[in-house]
């Protein structure tokens, strides 16, 4: 097992994971399997708990883990499927260690952070790697160096280099080099920077810069000399115009060939598939006008996942798009901007918990349905369309969910059977994989074109199945189910009316785009050009 170890410095936010995406993706482009973990210092056990407006959006596994976004990314750019495992949090360590010394297992001695806790993360880190069976595991250390709660963790990896063999493990280290007002680069935030990192007892192998403009040959020079690492492993990592660029720049960087090299790596074979996908990217033609209806608007990391799908399909598509995030709140101060949706080719409502947005969401919803413009609802915005439906088609109303109206009349959206005695808020939820079967020449079947699939759940209130009856006869279906259980429901007639109590956005790839946006971006692009 090869390890490549990706730590920062001066500040947060700068890249790291889209650079260990990128590591990772270039490895697997070169025939290597790859997988990678993402170490969270935070408390937390995991990331469900948190606010988008604290921590962006809360990515979905297979397996149910409620994680950083920063695995999603993992998962787009190396095509693969992670587990709870991949994400290593401080409150997952010292549980399992605390859990231990209540057992006994530790007996007799004083439980302490070396070697107990460090020994555990180690053991976490090959765990996970050894059961993926992959070549190369990435680890990411999130936060900076000199953060008291990454301590534990890169003494960890400090001891894992002692340990393994040379040329398994290497260091990755993510700086900034910033410009100064006269447009000079300035590498003393990397040398304090590379300087803290050694005070702890890891020197990097590489280091990847962030800067706006490619580093001059003068400032490669200055680091390679002030930092000790080889001219060639002082990477530029310059602003890209999109993210899904930066593993073919970083590869023009000689990046790749270079941790080949440190880590006696050999490969003669080429996947370009990557490269094909930007390069069409770059060649898309005409337009779709997509609005986001949702309530974390200001924040787009809220709904990483959801503009990552929109990409893929429209690259898939081969058609430009643009996206306009609307606060619903908006819609609820003054109903007549409801009207402004009639600009947009499609209109989109994500997900989300809590009642603040939820009648200017319904609205939007009302107003893409009566207009006839293409609509798609993901697990909330699906909830919305069947109130929605319910109240102005069906009769019933005063239709609502009990999330926001314990006392509603026609409790059409109810809370799942299974969660009505769940105390504990995290990892309590519907979560992750589960099956649906589709109805034979439903739209859904149409947008899948099989009869099961398989999407990632989120979720603690369902459709309410005494009241699936009173408003298919009016016309909504509910064409995907989990025995009892409305998956997908669809207005036929419409352009495209579609929601989903799954959120299909997590399983969205370059390449290979999520089925219902992709059928949603052909739906837009037949509007807008009956439109034109």
Known sequence: ???????????????????TASIGRNLKNKGYKVTAIKIDPYINIDAGTMS?????????LKDGGEVDLDLGNY??????????????????????????????????????????????????????????????????????????ESMPFLEAVRQMHREEPKGDLAFVHVTLVPMDPQGDQKTKPTQHSVKELRELGLTPHVIVTRCKEPL???????????????????ISAHDAKDIYEVPI????????????????????SVDTAWAQMVDRMHNLKGKVNIGIVGKYTHLEDSYLSISASIKHAAIDCGVNYCTTWINAES?????????????????????????????????????????????LGLCLGMQLSVIEFARHVSGLENANSTEFDENTPYP?????????????????????????????????????????????????????????DRIEEKGMVFSGKNRNRMEIAEIPGKKFFFGSQFHPEFKSRPGRPSPPFRAFVEAMMSSERSNS
């Open 75 to 148: 998962e787009r750019f190396l095509d693969t499927e992670l587990t709870r495992e991949h994400n290593l949090t401080t409150g997952k360590v010292y549980q399992s260690v605390i859990l231990k010394e209540r057992r006994g297992e530790y007996l007799g001695k004083t439980v302490q952070i070396i070697p107990h806790i460090t020994n555990e993360i180690k053991d976490r880190i090959r765990k996970v790697a050894a059961k993926s069976g992959a070549d190369v595991c990435l680890v990411e250390v999130g936060g900076t160096v000199g953060d008291i």
């Open 249 to 268: 720049m970083m590869e023009k960087e000689g990046l790749t060939d270079y941790l080949m090299k440190l880590m006696n790596l050999q490969s003669d």
């Open 331 to 375: 819609f609820e101060k003054d109903p007549s901007l409801v009207a402004t949706l009639s600009k947009y080719d499609g209109i989109l409502v994500p997900g989300g918990f809590g009642e603040r947005g939820v009648e200017g969401k319904i609205m939007a919803i009302r107003y893409a349905r009566e207009n006839d413009i293409p609509y």
């Open 52 to 60: 988008p407006f604290q921590h962006g959006e809360v990515f979905v």
């Open 412 to 468: 059409v959206i109810d809370i799942l059977p299974e969660q009505e005695n769940v105390v504990d808020m995290g990892a309590t939820m519907r979560l992750g994989d589960y099956e649906a079967d589709l109805k034979s020449g439903s739209l859904a079947e149409c947008v899948y074109g099989c009869p099961k699939i398989i999407e990632r759940h989120r979720h603690r209130y369902e459709v309410n199945p005494n009241f699936v």
């Open 1 to 19: 097992m090869k390890y490549i170890i990706v730590t920062g410095g001066v500040m947060s936010g700068l890249g790291k994971g889209i650079t």
């Open 216 to 234: 001059l040959d003068s400032t490669i020079s200055k680091i390679s000399l002030f930092c000790d690492v080889p001219e060639e492993a002082v």
